[in-house]
């Protein structure tokens, strides 16, 4: 009998390219949806066809997809004793990929979707009479802190501290997955990115990505304090000094290319215990590129420098309330990804990510359906321009 597999965060940025790749191997997937957060079937669904899938693929899906409403924050993620029992009984292996990645998040509201969540994902992997294998994303930025050396993948404590509660929230849910492990004798896979990526522009049905995320707040704090620049012109471009190292580095990678390495290692005989891996590129980008992103789309001018200015302007003042996001502009530390690439080789390693490809991912431009060249859809995201 083939396993069955169900997988939370089915409607999320990585979660839709990992459904993308179990719906490969697997002719069903039960998704585990968030309660209350739109018709994920549909979300789902948009999400193939914006992306090129055929008619018959996306027309196969209801039939494809069990959709089950589930409340990461809640006991027995919000079913009953029987629902929750029945869900259990008949997965053989549950990815959990669900989670809050809300950078300025405060602690209770990300423990209860990231830590209390992956208690009740663990409780539901226990309960199953199959004894699921359970493979649980998190990140590389449970390294916390640590802004320079080199982050292992056999590393996990708090010694640097984090730079935000979504690190912590992370770093708690990896000690409660390696609890649980011990205590069941059941292995877990932990796969941990880094920065998630896409050259697809921005669309109002996707979900959003990180970067999109930090250019949406840069352009929204420009626009809240100098609503009357309109023109681009590089000489009126407010200035904003920010936090940052001249040298700085940041470790992101293509959201496909991670989905495809998360399945293929989810494929490989478990050791037994906590398998962690880190799913990073095997080139980081610098600091700069990403400024140098930004800055083509959102009009200003930004300037690194080592500590926060001592008069900042109404706009730098905005920004730093993002602190938790700013930071990684003075990273500089390394991924080391050796079990990743002894497992898979060199096929681990992902194309090289251009600035072409980062402008691609965040610049608004009329939607072309990849597959079929030239096929337009009928939606524009104009509510994304600059
Ligand atoms: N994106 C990155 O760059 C990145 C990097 C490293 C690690 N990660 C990790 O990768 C995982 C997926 O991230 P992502 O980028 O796909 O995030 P995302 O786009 O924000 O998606 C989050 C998913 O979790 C679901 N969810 C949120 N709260 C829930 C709740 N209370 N109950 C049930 N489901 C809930 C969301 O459903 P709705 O959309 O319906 O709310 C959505 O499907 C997360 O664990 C994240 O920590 C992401």
Partial sequence: MAVHVALTGATGFLGLRLLRRLLETHRSVTVLAHAGSGDALHRITRFFELTGASTAFTAALPARLRVVETDLAR???GLSRQAFQELADRIGTLWHSAGSINLEG???ELRRTNVEGTRHVLELAAAGRLR????HVSTAFVAGARRQGVAYEDELDDAHGFENAYERSKYEAELLVHAWSKEHGRPVLVLRPGILVTDLPPHPELPSHP???????LRDARHTTAPALRTEAPESRPRVR?????????NLLQVEHAAEVMVRLAGRTPSGGVDTYHVVHDR???VATV????????PVSIELVDAGPDTPSALESLLDFYPGMTAYLAHRRRFDDTRVRARLGPSAASAPLSTDYLWAGLAARPWTVPGPPGQLAD???AGHCV
């Fill in 379 to 381: 939606l524009s995201p």
């Fill in 242 to 250: 920010m936090v940052g190292h001249a040298h700085g580095r940041l």
């Fill in 211 to 217: 970067l999109q995320v930090a250019e949406r707040i």
């Fill in 106 to 108: 405060d602690l209770p």
């Fill in 75 to 77: 006991p027995r993620l």
């Fill in 132 to 135: 699921p294998r359970v493979h």
């Fill in 291 to 298: 400024v140098e992103v930004l800055e083509r789309l959102v």
């Fill in 284 to 286: 980081d980008v610098p």
